[in-house]
C-alpha cells in the first residue's frame, strides 16, 4: 500500500522587514515544515492573496502602508485558512471583538513567544479539520447530485416508458450493472436521450 504524501503547509507571513527574521525563526523552530511566503507591505500582500490559497496568514501589523485590520478582513474573507493578527496591546481592546467577529485571531505584542506557538499550532488543527469537513461536505454534494439526476432518469422513464416508479429504479440499476457503468452514468445518458425529444 502506497503511503499518502501531505503537502507542506502555506503560511503568508505579512511584516515589515524589521519583524519578519525574527517571526520566520520562531516559525521555523516551533512549527517545522511549514512553507512561508513573506509579503512586506499590505500592497504586497493583496497581489499574493488575489492569486494563491494559504493554510493560514500572519500579520505582523502596522505594516508599512497600512495598521493591518482591513487586510485581515480581506484574508479572512479571500483565504480559506486561519488568519492570526499581531497588534500592539494599547489597540487590542478597540479592535478585538470585531476582529475576532470575523474569525481572525488576534494576539498582543510585545509578542509572548509561547502565545504564538500555541495559536499557530490551533490554527493547524483547525485547518486540518476544515479540509476534513469541507471534503466530507463535497461527497455528500456529490452523492445529492446522483440521487437528483437518477431521480429525474427515473421520472422520464415513467413519462416516456410508462414505467411505474419501481420498474424504472430497477430498469437503471439493471441496465447499469449490464453495461459495467454507474447508476449516475446511466441517468445522465437516459436524461441526454430523452431531453432531445
Same mark, same amino acid.
Given at each position: 500500500m502506497s503511503e499518502v504524501v501531505l503537502e507542506p503547509e502555506r503560511l503568508l507571513l505579512i511584516s515589515a522587514e524589521k519583524g519578519q527574521k525574527a517571526l520566520i525563526q520562531l516559525l521555523n523552530v516551533s512549527?517545522?515544515?511549514l512553507q512561508i511566503s513573506l509579503a512586506v507591505s499590505g500592497a504586497d500582500a493583496r497581489r499574493i492573496l488575489l492569486?494563491?490559497?494559504?493554510?493560514?496568514?500572519?500579520?505582523n501589523a502596522?505594516?508599512?502602508?497600512?495598521?493591518?485590520?482591513?487586510?485581515a478582513g480581506l484574508a479572512a474573507g479571500r483565504n480559506s485558512g486561519g488568519v492570526l493578527l499581531l497588534l500592539k496591546s494599547e489597540r487590542l481592546s478597540l479592535v478585538q471583538p470585531r476582529?475576532?467577529?470575523?474569525?481572525? @485571531? $488576534?494576539?498582543?505584542?510585545p509578542l509572548n513567544r509561547a502565545a504564538l506557538t500555541e495559536a499557530v499550532a490551533l490554527v493547524r488543527i483547525m485547518n486540518r479539520r476544515l479540509r476534513r469537513l469541507r471534503a466530507d461536505n463535497l461527497r455528500q454534494r456529490q452523492k445529492l447530485e446522483e440521487l437528483r439526476l437518477v431521480s429525474r432518469a427515473k421520472c422520464l422513464l415513467i413519462a416516456n416508458c410508462g414505467f411505474s416508479e419501481e420498474q424504472a429504479h430497477d430498469s437503471i440499476e439493471k441496465t447499469a450493472m449490464n453495461r459495467r457503468i454507474t447508476k449516475l452514468q446511466l441517468a445522465e445518458? @437516459? $436524461?441526454?436521450?430523452?431531453?432531445?425529444a
Amino acid at each position: 500500500m502506497s503511503e499518502v504524501v501531505l503537502e507542506p503547509e502555506r503560511l503568508l507571513l505579512i511584516s515589515a522587514e524589521k519583524g519578519q527574521k525574527a517571526l520566520i525563526q520562531l516559525l521555523n523552530v516551533s512549527q517545522p515544515g511549514l512553507q512561508i511566503s513573506l509579503a512586506v507591505s499590505g500592497a504586497d500582500a493583496r497581489r499574493i492573496l488575489l492569486a494563491q490559497d494559504f493554510d493560514f496568514v500572519l500579520i505582523n501589523a502596522p505594516l508599512l502602508d497600512e495598521n493591518g485590520q482591513d487586510l485581515a478582513g480581506l484574508a479572512a474573507g479571500r483565504n480559506s485558512g486561519g488568519v492570526l493578527l499581531l497588534l500592539k496591546s494599547e489597540r487590542l481592546s478597540l479592535v478585538q471583538p470585531r476582529l475576532e467577529e470575523q474569525g481572525i @485571531i $488576534v494576539l498582543p505584542k510585545p509578542l509572548n513567544r509561547a502565545a504564538l506557538t500555541e495559536a499557530v499550532a490551533l490554527v493547524r488543527i483547525m485547518n486540518r479539520r476544515l479540509r476534513r469537513l469541507r471534503a466530507d461536505n463535497l461527497r455528500q454534494r456529490q452523492k445529492l447530485e446522483e440521487l437528483r439526476l437518477v431521480s429525474r432518469a427515473k421520472c422520464l422513464l415513467i413519462a416516456n416508458c410508462g414505467f411505474s416508479e419501481e420498474q424504472a429504479h430497477d430498469s437503471i440499476e439493471k441496465t447499469a450493472m449490464n453495461r459495467r457503468i454507474t447508476k449516475l452514468q446511466l441517468a445522465e445518458d @437516459i $436524461v441526454k436521450k430523452y431531453s432531445k425529444a
